[in-house]
Structures are given as C-alpha cells and as structure tokens.
C-alpha cells in the first residue's frame, strides 16, 4: 500500500548559485574534492551549501579527466542589497574551492553556468593564493588562472557565473522504521539524481528547524512537534502521527522551479512504495517566509 500523500505544501526560497566543472585524475581524487567541497550545508545559518549535481567522464570535461558538476548555493536575504550577498556568496566560495579542492593533487575547476546572471573574478580571492606569482593565460579554449601550489599545479577558469535559482524545495517521508528510512532515502536519491540541475544538500537530513526558537543566538533549532521522541511529552502540541516513528527530510535546490518541482516529484514517487512509508509531507513556514509554495498533491494530478 503506497503511503498517503498529505495535502501541503513545501515552502521555497530564491537564492543564488554557481555551477563548477571540478575534475582530476583519478576517480577518487574528484570524488574526495566534490564531496568534501560540499559536505556543509550552510545557508540556513547564512553561508553557502553545496551539493554534486551529476559525475563526468573523460569526454564531458574540458580538459578530458574526470570531473564532477558541483552547485554552491547562498541565500537571498531581504535586509541585504543583490550586491552585498554576491559579496559574500563570492568570498565563501573561494573558502569551499581553496580548502577543498585547490588542496587535493592535480585538480581544476571551470565554470558550467550557461546563461549567467553574473560573473565572480576568482583572481581576487582564488588566483591570489600564488601570492602574486599566479598568472593567467588561455587554456581550452577558457580564460584560466594557474597557481603555483607545492604540487604543480592548480588551475581554475577566471570567471564563474552566477545565476538566480531555487532553494529549500523538500519533501518528508514519516517512516515506521530505521530500515525504511535508509532504504526509501537511497532510492529517492538515486531518482533525483536524474533529474538536471538540482542537488540535494543533505542528501537524507534527520533534522528539521523552525523559525521561532528560545536560542537565537545560535540560528535555528528543532521542529520540536515533529520531533518523534517528544510526542507523549507534549501531548496534544504534538504532529507526529500515530505509527510514525522517523520523519527524515530530503531537500531540493534547483536551477529552476520546475526542475525542483520535478526532482520532488520522482523522489516522492519513490520513497512512498517503500514498505514502511506511512505518510508523505512536508516542511513549510505558513507560507510566510519562501517566495515559493509547492503543493504535494499537484505534483501528481
């Protein structure tokens, strides 16, 4: 029996993102750079998150090595200019490349936007690394920047683009137990993977966050109603329902709406054939917060 559908919706933001070509030599060496590149999902505290939207073979890539299409991704906050957060999304992704990338053998990275929105000059805080002996020159048909590093040597295309996009869309799969957690996130994940122009920051993610909270200091804490091990605590505050003992969450950021609608969709899909599944819904804020509200039950008519 396939798990119910509730009738809700997923609430979205507008963010801004850029979209790398990293690649390398060997298999392992791209696999370590984008996963350690994008391994902290941090917008939700006002940073970038990132996530591996596709892998490359020797034919898809610029230099003819394997690679990896990797998205970085930062917020759009109403109290800052379009300007100031190009500012900072720019100097924390120089953080992501410099000390996770740059820094693993033999390693490049190009730009893979199409249609930018924008560039970012990566010489100021990327090219620089080589201490003022960092050069730029024309390789692959690409305007690029090498920097000498200890192991010769690191090259990055000069420009990344930058465009607007879609943050946040996500989905909850209530499950009964442990093994239909992992077992309904995996093939979800496995079906937004084919899905162009979307990644999925915490891959399977066990914390949910709510706007209010008692710490402000610290930025946002647990969606305590929906916190299982709470239910008989409090009683009628609570929103797990009857039977549900995990309630894991899968987010979506896409370069689009309807590519983030579509990624949804297949994941939902998915995850609710899995014995054990009793409900699917979602997070959202009242619709108060996201510019975007995605009903579940219109992903399916």
């Not at 298999?27 to 994008?38: N, Q, W």
């Not at 720019?90 to 730009?111: N, W």
């Not at 920097?147 to 683009?161: A, M, T």
């Not at 122009?197 to 930025?219: H, L, Q």
Request: hydrophobic letters at 35%.
């Amino acid at each position: 029996m396939k798990a119910e559908i509730e009738d809700t919706f997923a609430e979205a933001f507008e963010g801004v993102y850029s979209r790398i070509i990293v690649t390398a030599d060997d298999v392992m060496t791209v696999r370590k750079a984008a996963e350690d590149a994008t391994a902290t999902p941090s917008v939700v505290i006002g940073r970038t998150e990132g996530g591996i939207e596709k892998w490359l073979n020797k034919t898809e890539t610029p230099d003819k090595r394997k690679g990896a299409i990797v998205q970085f991704w930062a917020g759009l906050e109403e109290k800052k200019s379009f300007d100031a957060i190009i500012k900072k999304f720019a100097k924390e992704l120089s953080y992501r490349i410099r000390q996770d990338i740059l820094v693993k053998p033999f390693t490049s990275v190009f730009d893979a936007l199409p249609n930018p929105e924008g560039k970012i000059d990566t010489m100021e805080r990327i090219g620089h690394c080589g201490d003022g002996y960092e050069w730029a020159e024309k390789r692959y048909g690409r305007q690029m920047i090498t920097v000498p590093i200890l192991v010769s040597d690191f090259q990055i295309e000069r420009y990344i683009g930058y465009a607007r996009g879609v943050t946040g869309g996500n989905f909850w799969y209530m499950c009964k137990t442990k093994k239909a957690v992992m077992e309904a996130g995996k093939k979800a994940l496995k079906a937004i993977r084919e899905v162009e122009g979307v990644v999925t920051p915490f891959d399977i993610c066990s914390a949910g966050s709510k706007p209010e909270t008692n710490f402000p200091w610290i930025g946002p804490t647990t969606n305590h109603p929906y916190c299982p091990t709470l239910k008989e605590k409090l009683g009628k505050e609570s929103k797990v329902p009857e039977g549900v003992n995990y309630i894991p969450e899968i987010v979506i950021n896409g370069v689009s709406l309807d590519a983030v609608k579509e990624a949804m969709k297949v994941g939902i899909f998915t995850a609710r054939d899995v014995d054990e599944v009793v409900k699917i819904s979602a997070g959202n804020y009242g619709g108060e917060l996201g510019k975007y509200k995605i009903y579940l039950r219109e992903l399916f008519p």
